[in-house]
């Protein structure tokens, strides 16, 4: 068993279509079909049953992904820990966001003029991600939600969704929007190929509210254009609301309820994989944001 033939297994299951796993592996899809055959014939049991294009996990594939997923993030860990003692001190931070760009853009400034040597990689596109990768970020300006489970999370308040709507519509012009309003509204939802579904989506069901989901969309913008053909209505977090606000399509109201909000925090690096410099931005990156102090306390899930 190689551990190609483990990732090749939790790409598959992940994506459930062999197509879309081998163009994310960069690989032709026979080669991909061929190992994970080779990867079930040498366990001695099928992984997958088929359903049209669709892949779908049996029961032992089920039990093999959370072994595979184990063994994979052992393995990383080991090749991060290496790699930070042969390449020697690290002078290159990772980030993450999920809205709240400026925040972290200020951040990443005011720590800049203190370690001018310092590089920095801005990924915006978290929200994207069903399961971002633990060993990538140095820290995350994310929701409180199960998919950072494994990042280290202070609580940093929350931020409200707003509603966008096709700058055509009547609601557009009952600000704020009842929540009764939204009853039977099609809506679009983000989504993932791993059945995550985006908060929203969730506190309408807690709040016994039925809107008609028309459309699930895997990313932002995808999400913004079906709001501005006017196919649909959507929620949108008020730190990611900046390019519907510049589209003359789009109208942007708030909602009557304050619940329709989401817990933001930040997250790092378990400790003993953040490098010299990742320290010290993770106590700076505290301090300027205001959290971690005394009298608040970090949360952390354990794996």
Same mark, same amino acid.
């Given at each position: 068993?190689?551990?190609? @033939?483990?990732?090749?297994?939790? =790409?598959?299951?992940? !994506?459930?279509? /062999? ?8 690989? #032709? @899809?026979?080669? /991909? ?5 080779? *990867? ?8 997958? =049953?088929? #359903? ?7 029961? $032992? ?11 994979? &993030? ?7 820990? *290496? ?30 003029? =203190? ?5 920095? @990689? ?6 994207? *991600? ?21 990042? &280290?999370?202070?609580? /940093?308040? #929350? ?22 309003? *939204? ?25 016994? %509210?039925? $809107?008609? =989901? ?10 913004? @254009?079906?709001?501005?053909?006017? !196919? ?22 708030? /909602?009557? #309820? ?5 817990? %933001? ?8 994989? !953040?490098?010299?410099?990742? !320290? ?24």
């Amino acid at each position: 068993m190689q551990i190609a @033939q483990i990732r090749y297994f939790v =790409t598959a299951a992940q !994506l459930q279509n /062999l197509s879309k796993a081998a163009e994310a592996l960069h690989l #032709s @899809q026979p080669s /991909l079909s061929r190992s994970i055959a080779r *990867l079930e014939e040498e366990l001695g049991t099928p992984l997958f =049953t088929r #359903s049209g294009k669709r892949i779908l996990l049996n029961e $032992p594939g089920r039990r093999f992904l959370e072994s595979a997923r184990a063994m994979l &993030r052992d393995l990383d860990d080991t090749l991060l820990e *290496l790699g930070e003692l042969s390449a020697g001190p690290v002078k290159r931070l990772s980030v993450g966001c999920c809205g709240g760009e400026e925040k972290v853009a200020a951040c990443l400034a005011a720590f800049a003029d =203190t370690r001018p040597g310092v590089e920095f @990689q801005l990924d915006c596109r978290i929200e994207e *991600l069903e399961v971002p990768d633990i060993n990538k970020y140095d820290m995350l300006l994310c929701p409180d939600d199960s998919r950072y489970e494994k990042f &280290r999370g202070y609580p /940093l308040g #929350s931020e409200r969704y707003l509603l966008a709507l096709p700058a055509h519509h009547p609601l557009a012009r009952r600000e704020p929007v009842d929540l009764k309003a *939204l009853e039977g509204q099609p809506m679009v939802f983000l989504s993932s190929p791993g059945h995550w579904l985006e908060e929203p989506y969730y506190l309408c069901a807690g709040l016994n %509210l039925h $809107p008609a =989901t028309r459309c699930l969309v895997n990313d932002r913008e995808g999400h913004r @254009q079906v709001v501005a053909a006017g !196919l649909a209505l959507g929620f949108v977090p008020e730190g990611a609301a900046a390019p519907y606000r510049a589209d003359s399509r789009i109208a942007l109201a708030r /909602l009557a #309820s304050g619940r329709f909000a989401r817990p %933001l925090m930040l997250c790092f690096k378990r400790e003993k994989h !953040l490098s010299p410099v990742g !320290l010290e931005f993770q106590a700076f990156a505290l301090d300027f944001f205001g959290v971690g102090k005394e009298g608040d306390h970090a949360h952390r899930h354990d794996p």
